[in-house]
Nanobody, 127 residues
Framework: VQLVESGGGLVQPGGSLRLSCTVSGLTYDGFDRHGMAWFRQAPGKKREGISCIAWSNDFIYYSESVKGRFTISRDNAENTVYLQMNKLQPEDTATYYC??????????????????WGQGTQVTVSS
C-alpha cells in the first residue's frame, strides 16, 4: 500500500495550498472503505491530527487549530483525499502526512488507529 502526498511548498502568510494524497495498493479493502486523515508535525513538536473524513463520507472532523480555514474532501474514483488550506499562517508550517484507517468513521480520531501512512509533504508559511 502506498500513500503519496503532493502539493506542499512555500507560501506567504494568508495564502493557500491544496494538498493531495493518492492511495494505491488497497486491493481487497478499497480506498472507499477507509477513513482518511491528515496529520502534521512541526519541528520539535508532536504529530497532530488535524482533519479526518469518514470512509462513508458522512462525518468530518477538524481540529480547532484549522477549523474554518482548512477543508478535507475525497474522490473515491481517483483514490485521492485532498486538504484545501486557506489563510495559512506561519504556525501552519509543518510536514503534512496523510493516513488511512480501514472502516474508519473518524468519530474516534487517534493516530494509533491508522494502518497506512504517507511519507509527508513539507508546507512552509513565511514571508
Amino acid at each position: 500500500v502506498q500513500l503519496v502526498e503532493s502539493g506542499g511548498g512555500l507560501v506567504q502568510p494568508g495564502g493557500s495550498l491544496r494538498l493531495s494524497c493518492t492511495v494505491s495498493g488497497l486491493t481487497y479493502d478499497g480506498f472507499d472503505r477507509h477513513g482518511m486523515a491528515w496529520f502534521r508535525q512541526a519541528p520539535g513538536k508532536k504529530r497532530e491530527g488535524i482533519s479526518c473524513i469518514a470512509w462513508s463520507n458522512d462525518f468530518i472532523y477538524y481540529s480547532e487549530s484549522v477549523k474554518g480555514r482548512f477543508t478535507i474532501s475525497r474522490d473515491n474514483a481517483e483514490n485521492t483525499v485532498y486538504l484545501q488550506m486557506n489563510k495559512l499562517q506561519p504556525e501552519d508550517t509543518a510536514t503534512y502526512y496523510c493516513a488511512a484507517h480501514f472502516a474508519g468513521n473518524c468519530q474516534t480520531f487517534e493516530e494509533r488507529l491508522f494502518e497506512y501512512w504517507g511519507q509527508g509533504t513539507q508546507v512552509t508559511v513565511s514571508s
